[in-house]
Nanobody
Framework: VQLAESGGGLVQPGGSLSLSCAAS????????MAWVRQAPGKGLEWLSD???????NTADSVKGRFTISRDNAKNTVYLQMNNLKPEDTAVYYC?????????WGQGTQVTVSS
């Protein structure tokens, strides 16, 4: 199983970034896919997840600013982030889970600063 995030970087407050997570080694369209972040000195924060059928769930803290999507043909899940704030600075991970395990990418750093 491999999950490879990309698209992070430095952005000014109010800016946008689009994260991608390329998946391989498992049946992508059989699993919910999620985005989670970890800000400096803080714990993991679940952001959003999406079922194969399109149902999504999004944390109130980012609702209206962050949008998850997926392309099952490309085995890729995305996170569109708009109106970014300094408090969005974190390492962003994509992940999925089975009944017995959870799988994570290596993360991509997002820094929101002027």
């Amino acid at each position: 199983v491999q999950l490879a995030e990309s698209g992070g970087g430095l952005v000014q407050p109010g800016g946008s970034l689009s994260l991608s997570c390329a998946a391989s080694g498992f049946t992508f369209n059989s699993h919910y896919m999620a985005w989670v972040r970890q800000a400096p000195g803080k714990g993991l924060e679940w952001l959003s997840d999406m079922a194969n059928g399109g149902k999504t769930n999004t944390a109130d803290s980012v609702k209206g600013r962050f949008t998850i999507s997926r392309d099952n043909a490309k085995n890729t899940v995305y996170l569109q982030m708009n109106n970014l704030k300094p408090e969005d600075t974190a390492v962003y991970y994509c992940c999925f889970w089975t009944r017995s395990d959870d799988y994570w990418g290596q993360g991509t750093q997002v820094t929101v600063s002027s």
